[in-house]
């Protein structure tokens, strides 16, 4: 979807509250949908679904107005979705059936589509939520972004700082971690992890005019081959 950055497949971006995930999320939509960079690295352009679940129309159209002058007809926001229990997938075929250019659908926020289920919060559970997506994902060749949350403690290793058991790791294919030293701060760190992609830590910082958020550099971590025997 995006070279070097996001391949094709179900992925989750997660942080703590209010530290820009919402508009990192939308600018990714908008610039995707229209075919331009996201953070410099080329994209594959096509129809974008945004379920903004935790905003409103005017909030959406007010951060767009601040991040671009150029309206996306390959756009389409929604502040409105099923829980999974309810048929989102079966919403989102449909939506596929009508857009089949679509190559982005972004959910914001795992939270509010999850549903109920008497083993919340087992290993199971997770996985079964996004297993569920990623059958979607795998079906239709869509890459799925789903936006979550993380705890406030630690760890040594910061992925996982995603709420949540590691079943939510194992069914996704590749994870995001948005971060600050302080909720203030207009920098912030982008942590990648994946199946088809090499780790790496991207340097951020916010146009806070623009409210976009810009890539300064770009940690990688090469995998070592095997010695020759």
Known sequence: LVDELIPEGLHI?????????????????????????????SSRQG????????????????RLAQMTEQDSEHLILSVFSETLDEGLTERLSDFWSEHTDTVLIIIDTLQR??????DNGSYAADYDTL????????????????????????AEDVFNMISGTN???GA?????????????????????????????????KRDE???????????????????DP
């Not at 005019?209 to 010695?227: A, D, G, M, N």
């Open 209 to 227: 005019e623009r409210l976009v958020w810009e890539l300064e550099r770009r940690e990688t971590e090469l995998r070592q081959e095997p010695p």
């Open 47 to 62: 129809t974008v679904l945004y379920l903004a679940l935790e905003d409103t129309c005017e909030r959406l159209q007010k």
């Open 13 to 41: 971006l997660a942080g703590a509250p209010k530290i820009g995930k919402s508009f990192l999320v939308l600018q990714m939509a908008y610039q995707v949908s229209m075919g331009a960079p996201f953070l410099g690295f």
């Open 167 to 169: 079943g939510l790791m």
């Open 172 to 204: 996704a294919d590749g994870a995001f971690l948005l971060q600050k030293e302080r909720r203030a701060d207009n920098a912030a760190t982008l942590d990648i992890s994946g199946r088809d992609q090499q780790d790496q830590r991207l340097y951020l």
């Open 113 to 118: 589509v999850r549903g109920r289920t008497p």
């Open 131 to 154: 297993a569920r997506l990623k059958e979607f994902s795998d079906t239709y060749g869509v890459t799925v972004l789903v936006v979550h949350h993380t705890r406030k403690e630690g």
